[in-house]
Each structure stands twice: as structure tokens, then as C-alpha cells.
């Protein structure tokens, strides 16, 4: 899994450096379409009526989406109005880098829809629902003005850890960005 996570991680640094902002996500109607091709993985089609009437936690994971989407839009904004090697930008492109690998995540939850049995999707989406929503959380603070939230510690920890992140991966990713 570690050396996927680093794989995955180099191919985004190339897929998203240098390039515009863009939203990720499309919503049309019931159909939400994450354009995974520009963040180093096949799209994914996440049709709520297929989902919505057996798992909540599908649609709770769709909003999360969304509001990851949203976040890593505004990270990407604000990265690019601040100057190289500055803290503040490393910390907004290691976050903005973290909600690509939740997007890829995700996608792996979803694509293991007809393998696994309902209760185990279930848990599956509640835990990556928990851990994005801390993840959006850490996001907002960081781009709110005022004093700033410290996103080194046991929460942000747990984070990377879930995602199967090091910090020496994540150092290489930021710096080769």
C-alpha cells in the first residue's frame, strides 16, 4: 500500500503542477462525476439514485466530496497568489495533495461496491466520511484570516495515517511540486 500512496502521490505532483485551478467535481442533476483523469485516476460516476436509498453514508460521502472539492479549489487559488517557499504555501499544498489521495479513496471504496458485503461499505464510507470532514475542518481554518490552526498534531497525524501517508512522502511530494 505505502509504495501505491507514493506512486500515486508523484503521478499527481506532474498531473497538477503548473496547471490552471479547476474544479474537480461535476454535479448534473443526481450524477456526480469527479474527474479523476486530472488527478492521476480513472473518473468516477457517483449516480446518488443507485446508492441513495440503500446507504446514507453515500450521499453524506457525495457532500463530502463536494466540499473537498470546494477546498482543494481554494487551495490551489491561494497557493498560486503566494510566493515560493513560504510555510504558509507548503501547508496548503500538503493539505490540497491530501484531499487528492481522499478523492482516490474514495474511488477505491466506491469501485469495491459489488466485492463487499453492505455493512462493510457502510463502515467504510463513515470512516473516510470522519476523516475528510476533519480534514474540510483543517482546510477552512487554514483559509479563513485570523490566527491559524497548527495541523501538525495527533488529529492531522491520524489523518495521514489513515490515508497511508508519511511525512517523508509528503515532504518529497511538496517539494517536487
Given at each position: 500500500?505505502?509504495e501505491n500512496?507514493?506512486?500515486?502521490?508523484?503521478?499527481?505532483?506532474?498531473?497538477?503542477?503548473?496547471?490552471?485551478l479547476?474544479?474537480?467535481i461535476?454535479?448534473?442533476?443526481?450524477?456526480?462525476?469527479?474527474?479523476?483523469?486530472k488527478?492521476?485516476?480513472a473518473?468516477l460516476?457517483?449516480?446518488?439514485?443507485?446508492f441513495?436509498?440503500?446507504?446514507?453514508?453515500?450521499?453524506?460521502?457525495?457532500?463530502?466530496?463536494?466540499?473537498?472539492?470546494?477546498c482543494?479549489?481554494?487551495?490551489?487559488?491561494t497557493?498560486?497568489n503566494?510566493?515560493?517557499?513560504?510555510s504558509?504555501?507548503?501547508?496548503?499544498?500538503?493539505?490540497?495533495?491530501?484531499?487528492?489521495?481522499?478523492f482516490?479513496?474514495?474511488?477505491?471504496?466506491?469501485?469495491?461496491t459489488?466485492?463487499t458485503?453492505?455493512?462493510?461499505?457502510?463502515?467504510?464510507l463513515t470512516?473516510?466520511?470522519?476523516y475528510?470532514?476533519?480534514?474540510?475542518?483543517h482546510?477552512?481554518?487554514?483559509?479563513?484570516?485570523g490566527?491559524k490552526l497548527v495541523?501538525k498534531?495527533?488529529v492531522?497525524?491520524?489523518?495521514?495515517?489513515y490515508q497511508g501517508?508519511?511525512?517523508?512522502?509528503?515532504r518529497?511530494?511538496?517539494?517536487n511540486l
Amino acid at each position: 500500500m505505502q509504495e501505491n500512496i507514493m506512486e500515486l502521490l508523484a503521478k499527481v505532483v506532474t498531473l497538477i503542477k503548473g496547471k490552471d485551478l479547476e474544479m474537480l467535481i461535476k454535479r448534473t442533476g443526481n450524477e456526480i462525476t469527479l474527474n479523476g483523469a486530472k488527478i492521476g485516476f480513472a473518473d468516477l460516476n457517483m449516480g446518488l439514485a443507485n446508492f441513495s436509498n440503500k446507504f446514507i453514508e453515500f450521499v453524506k460521502a457525495n457532500e463530502v466530496a463536494t466540499s473537498l472539492d470546494n477546498c482543494q479549489y481554494h487551495l490551489s487559488k491561494t497557493i498560486s497568489n503566494i510566493k515560493d517557499n513560504d510555510s504558509f504555501k507548503q501547508e496548503c499544498q500538503r493539505i490540497r495533495l491530501m484531499i487528492i489521495v481522499a478523492f482516490h479513496q474514495l474511488g477505491q471504496i466506491i469501485g469495491t461496491t459489488k466485492l463487499t458485503s453492505d455493512e462493510s461499505l457502510k463502515e467504510q464510507l463513515t470512516e473516510w466520511i470522519r476523516y475528510m470532514n476533519d480534514l474540510i475542518k483543517h482546510t477552512i481554518s487554514i483559509l479563513e484570516p485570523g490566527p491559524k490552526l497548527v495541523t501538525k498534531g495527533p488529529v492531522y497525524e491520524q489523518i495521514m495515517k489513515y490515508q497511508g501517508l508519511s511525512e517523508k512522502d509528503m515532504r518529497e511530494a511538496i517539494d517536487n511540486l
